[in-house]
């Protein structure tokens, strides 16, 4: 370790993790090296926010190290000497004897309420369960996801005008923040607060599949399901007959209009200039952005839909 600092490996192949790398070494940070993967491994692996940092890299003099593979091994960074890994906007554990070789250990970032809700995909869920706030923290790694002792933390509002999107710029920016103050405790030797084991939990992985609307769920869960899977994110999504409508952005209508319309969840009540209102388990949402095949819905196009019920078949 030099006089100035650590010498980091830094481990990214997403925006988030090129954020900080970037707010890093504009804080003088040493970057020995970036570990990534390349643009047709981020394809395969669907790697969300995926970004190819390489180009960045070759622009400063950084050292950038390809992996042919999703995946870290002690052989692809044995001849670095770093001091601290860093791994900002990585999907995949990272083997203990990749972290055990520098002599700070390694430093990851997640978000969610400690030690509730760590795994995949947090911010996503969060929004899903409708909490109105979220921890960012920078901890320890360890072999396990996320349930290292927290160097550095920051609670963040979830507004009701937040979505995935928002939100993930939001965690972001703070993020790079949170590594520096986690950095400074290490270099004086400082520890963290440890987590509670007893109450881990993790949330599961997501796919595509996973974004179809339960059209019986109440006008807000229905509203928090969209707006938690905005781009880059696949997407909420519908079927109306054998058309996929990849719904983007969804409000309440109104509490009060269609009180006497028999509750039939998914029937589409009105459509309007600025989109469809549909009726949930509670009362309708309207639809203000919708994709089909590619293209934009427009509702006024598309009148003979009034009555039809999303989802019909799927049952």
């Known amino acids: 370790m030099s006089s100035e600092g650590p010498k980091v490996l830094y481990v990214t192949c997403a925006e988030n993790g ?8 504009n804080a003088g940070i040493d970057v020995a090296a970036v570990v990534t993967i390349p643009p047709e491994l981020g394809t395969k692996y669907a790697v969300s926010g995926y970004v190819d940092v390489s180009p960045w890299c070759s622009e400063r003099g950084l050292r950038c190290i390809q992996l042919r593979e999703y995946k870290i091994e002690v052989a692809d960074v044995a001849a670095i000497d770093f001091d601290l890994l860093v791994v900002n906007g990585w999907n995949r554990l990272i083997p203990s004897e990749v972290f055990s070789l520098a002599r700070l250990g390694a430093l990851g970032i997640h978000a969610g309420h400690p030690p509730l809700g760590l795994g995949r995909a947090p911010l996503v869920w969060n929004i899903i369960h409708g909490q109105s706030d979220i921890e960012v923290f920078v901890f320890r790694l360890t072999s396990n996801a996320d349930d290292g002792d927290i160097m550095a933390t920051q609670v ?3 507004t009701a005008h937040d979505d995935v999107k928002t939100l993930y710029e939001k965690v972001m920016d703070v993020g790079a923040d949170l590594f520096l103050a986690a950095i400074r405790k290490l270099v004086a030797g400082e520890g963290g607060r440890s987590q509670d084991r007893r109450f881990l939990s993790h949330y599961p992985k997501r796919t595509e599949a996973d974004g179809l609307i339960d059209f019986t769920m109440t006008d807000r869960q229905i509203c928090d399901f969209v707006r938690a899977q905005v781009p880059p994110y696949p997407g909420a999504f519908t079927y109306l007959g054998s058309e996929k409508w990849r719904i983007l952005r969804a409000q309440r209508y109104d509490r009060f209009l269609f009180r ?14 600025s989109g469809v209102v549909v009726q949930s388990g509670a009362a309708p949402i309207w639809i203000r952005h919708a994709v089909v095949d590619g293209a934009d819905v427009d509702p006024m196009s598309r009148p003979e839909i009034v009555g039809r019920r999303f989802g019909d078949g799927l049952d």
Do not use: F
Request: charged residues 20%; without cysteine; glycine residues 8%.
């Open 18 to 25: 090129l954020h900080g790398l970037a707010q890093l070494t």
């Open 156 to 158: 963040v509002e979830i």
């Open 260 to 273: 006497d319309h028999p509750r039939v969840p998914g029937r589409i009540l009105r459509v309007l200039p």
